[in-house]
């Protein structure tokens, strides 16, 4: 089953564009849909992923517009992007602090920021009275 195999108003499935599902293509949803177009955010068969991909209009808009910002091609399997992220493990602890970069998280947010003195009053009134 490939592009065509099913008319353009063909109805869709269920599972169409989801991940091991039916292709995206309304008149593919071949079945299973492993590639991910980071353009439409939905998952394609092998065959429509090329013919989508490897178009030239759509793989010059790509190569221009968004490859450079993303390094990486229009389609991707799960295991190319999982590939990509990096995964913090017990043997390499420190993959998560370089992949959080310092002031990624804003510039005011810090983990030890002090408590503000307004709030130390009201937290001691607060234990006070508790007590
Ligand atoms: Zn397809």
Redesign the pocket.
Known sequence: ???GDLPLDAPHKPNKGMEGGA?N?QS???EP?LWWNHGSHSW??A??ARDIGEDIVNRRDWEYNFQPRLGHPMFETREQMDARRPVQTPERPEMLTDYIKPGALGPKWSPRKPKSSSLERLLRKAKVRAS
């Open positions: 089953m490939a592009f292709c293509r593919c949803q071949a849909a394609y068969c065959d429509c």
